[in-house]
């Protein structure tokens, strides 16, 4: 089936405590990208990668980073997480970001105190 | 500024009603995505549409590129359709989203 896997669901951490959220893709997709959604904000970009070993920044990159060492894989890092970066997450991969769906993850809820 | 724009942004329907969504964009672009989140939080893909109009079951997606507007229907709506629906429009190499119509289609 095809899908992205994004882990964990939720994660509840304190200020400071680096974290990792994991995307994978079995769909072969060169371009994947990382949102947060906020109330009242909607969905921004925070990273996107249009193939391996290339990535760029969105709109609110602050206080994240990514790598894209293989096709499948684009994970998130908060290096020192703060209570600002409390939102929902998602990552989705495209075939071809203008004339192809966006498949996205269920999602990481995430909660910095 | 927003470079996307949705109205409305919440929308209470009885159930067999016609709705429409609307979507505005500033930025340029060759072709815009509708997708739907429901409660639990997970988001699909809709349509994406570069002119003319879409249809997917009572879903009918229309666009005019040149006064860069698309609006999404739901014809005989439904209360499976209550969600939030979502345009995205995508230019150079990113995503800029509307902040969502809120559905709710009451029996």
């Known amino acids: 089936e095809a899908q992205v896997t994004q882990n964990p669901r939720y994660l509840i951490t304190v200020t400071g405590k680096k974290l990792t959220v994991t995307c994978s893709q079995n769909?072969?997709?060169?371009?994947m990208s990382w949102y947060r959604q906020d109330p009242g904000l909607g969905l921004r970009q925070i990273y996107y990668?249009?193939?391996?070993?290339?990535?760029d920044k969105g709109d609110v990159p602050e206080g994240y980073k990514v790598s894209r060492k293989e096709k499948r894989n684009f994970p998130l890092i908060l290096e020192s997480p703060s209570p600002n970066q409390t939102s929902l997450y998602f990552c989705?991969?495209?075939?071809?970001?203008?004339?192809?769906?966006?498949?996205f993850g269920n999602g990481t809820r995430l909660t910095v105190t | 500024k927003n470079e996307v724009e949705q109205s409305p942004q919440n929308l209470t329907a009885q159930e067999g009603e016609f709705i429409t969504i609307n979507c505005s964009y500033s930025?340029?672009?060759?072709?815009l995505h509708w997708l739907q989140q429901h409660p639990g939080g997970g988001i699909v893909s809709l349509f994406m549409?570069?002119?003319g109009k879409k249809k997917h079951g009572r879903l009918i997606a229309t666009i005019n590129i040149q006064e860069k507007h698309s609006s999404l229907h739901i014809t005989a709506s439904h209360p499976r359709d209550s969600a939030v629906y979502i345009c995205?429009?995508?230019?150079?190499?990113?995503?800029?989203f509307g902040t969502g119509t809120s559905l709710t289609v009451i029996p």
């Open positions: 990668s249009m193939n391996v070993e290339v990535t």
């Open positions: 989705a991969s495209s075939g071809d970001r203008i004339f192809s769906p966006l498949h």
């Open positions: 769909m072969n997709h060169e371009y």
């Open positions: 995205a429009a995508p230019t150079g190499n990113q995503f800029y």
């Open positions: 549409l570069s002119s």
């Open positions: 930025v340029g672009i060759s072709a």
